[in-house]
């Protein structure tokens, strides 16, 4: 293919870099890329759909490269954020946040550009600047984008006094807001902020509604499916045993650069990830989100589906070839250089997959009372990938079906790959923990792990203020106050 590529102008290389796109072809369409990247033909706006494929790819060089273009092409404020946020996106949050500040300054009353920036801040642990900037959004005299998405930043920033004048003022916003159809996300992300505001100040009825009437709001646009969830973990306990990966080919893969941070979100994996960061041999690591664009050629996680993807003239070769995408996109994200956390959301689902293709690599999955989880994750307001937080019948069940994947698993896999760790230990006795985790990843001991909280880097997870913090237990136990609404997860859970 190499030399057919050299007699390909550039159009024609994006042209059938679609086409391997749709082919699930992942190698041919960033080459075809690339290839059209070299040629530098003059696609103008076009340049920005280049980049953007070259993004869910995962080729992270490449998409930003096609954004520049973009961004010469068409020099407006919409595609200076979004090259902004790409750069948020591909790990270079402190780049992204000077191109924030520069188009503020250009347009210093431009709500968009501003919150991003303020986001950027608090990633970057600089909570003043982004609780100035956030103020900034939200005496502007008209926030086309929302002032309710300043407050909620605002408030997973700050903790809320009895009298707070804050509290007053997002009741009197989402008074305005109201309940028509067209206003639904702005009322969604204000109740998450009033819900976080009450539950600091012990109003433990209003904010338990807030959150309930957030949920509730968004379950009623979503598709998610328990019953269909529950049948793909069925298909996985049921058929990716031992036997099974005996019979799949082999990866001949011996990098254990990765280490992939297992569990369900709030469990305590992005502490997990900010100590291991804390090593020096450890460059850094994120929700990277690479491993399934590598796997693009494998059409799903089930064993059938993981069959139905090995006929063909390359069958044999497709772990191999997915482990060398997946360790280059990880180059392309963090650089070369030392070992690096994947905490990526939802890899349990696929971890058969993982192995076989990474065998020497190791995992760390996070355990924690299930109650805790539950009510952290219904009081959180997730983007996009986890709708079973919308009900707390869809959490329960979604929970019970994360504690089977998690005994097959720790049975199916080698002892030596997977470290189960228990969140509320890892609290109790953190030096034992710190050093079992290490010594499962193979890194010697480094005292500086232990301040952890003081390690200087982006956290883009919603976790992001509590890693900058020493360890508190009090986290663990906030779910009881709160222990009789939670009944309709305890039912689901326990199969009631």
Not at 77 to 88: D, R, S
Not at 95 to 109: I, K, T
Not at 219 to 237: H, N
Not at 428 to 456: N, S, Y
Request: proline residues 5%; charged residues 25%; contains cysteine.
């Amino acid at each position: 293919m190499t030399d057919a590529l050299q007699t390909l102008d550039g159009a024609q290389a994006v042209n059938l870099a679609v086409q391997a796109f749709q082919a699930r072809d992942r190698d041919a369409c960033a080459a075809l890329l690339a290839r059209a990247i070299r040629a530098d033909p003059p696609l103008g706006a076009k340049w920005g759909a280049v980049s953007r494929m070259a993004a869910t790819i995962g080729e992270a060089t490449l998409a930003l490269i096609a954004a520049r273009r973009h961004l010469a092409a068409v020099p407006t404020a919409e595609t200076q954020l979004a090259y902004a946020q790409l750069l948020q996106q591909t790990g270079r949050t402190a780049e992204g946040r000077d191109q924030a500040a520069a188009l503020v300054r250009q347009r210093p009353n431009d709500p968009a550009a501003l919150h991003f920036l303020a986001t950027a801040q608090v990633q970057l642990g600089l909570s003043e600047e982004a609780e100035a900037i956030l103020r900034r959004i939200m005496a502007l005299p008209s926030v086309a984008f929302g002032a309710e998405n300043a407050w909620h930043v605002l408030a997973d920033m700050k903790t809320f006094a009895e009298a707070d004048p804050d509290v007053a003022a997002m009741e009197a916003l989402l008074a305005r807001i109201g309940t028509g159809a067209e206003r639904r996300e702005s009322r969604i992300v204000l109740l998450y902020a009033l819900g976080k505001a009450y539950d600091d100040q012990g109003r433990i009825d209003d904010a338990f509604a807030a959150f309930d009437e957030a949920a509730r709001l968004q379950k009623a646009t979503s598709d998610y499916d328990a019953d269909l969830a529950d049948r793909f973990v069925d298909a996985v306990v049921g058929g990716w045993d031992r036997d099974f990966m005996a019979r799949l080919p082999a990866s001949d893969c011996t990098s254990d650069r990765p280490i992939f941070v297992l569990g369900l979100p709030r469990s305590g994996t992005t502490l997990v990830e900010q100590i291991l960061v804390s090593h020096s041999e450890v460059t850094d690591g994120a929700e990277a989100n690479l491993f399934r664009p590598a796997a693009m050629a494998v059409g799903g996680y089930t064993p059938d589906e993981m069959l139905a993807s090995l006929p063909g003239p390359n069958g044999a070769a497709l772990p191999s070839r997915v482990a060398r995408a997946y360790l280059h996109l990880l180059d392309e994200r963090f650089g070369k250089a030392g070992r690096v956390v994947d905490k990526t959301l939802n890899q349990t689902r696929m971890l058969g997959l993982i192995h076989q293709c990474l065998p020497q690599a190791k995992f760390v999955w996070l355990r924690r009372h299930p109650a805790g989880i539950a009510w952290s994750c219904f009081r959180t307001r997730f983007a996009k990938g986890v709708d079973w937080t919308r009900s707390l019948t869809d959490i329960g069940r979604h929970f019970r079906g994360e504690d089977r994947l998690w005994a097959h698993w720790t049975a199916v896999l080698p002892p030596e790959t997977l470290l189960t760790v228990p969140y509320e230990e890892l609290v109790a006795e953190p030096d034992l923990w710190m050093r079992r985790i290490l010594d499962h990843v193979g890194l010697p001991w480094e005292d500086q792990v232990r301040d952890f909280h003081k390690t200087d880097r982006a956290v883009t997870t919603a976790s992001f203020a509590q890693v900058r913090k020493p360890l508190y237990s009090k986290s663990a136990t906030a779910w009881k106050r709160y222990e009789e609404k939670l009944a309709p997860f305890f039912a689901a859970y326990e199969g009631r």
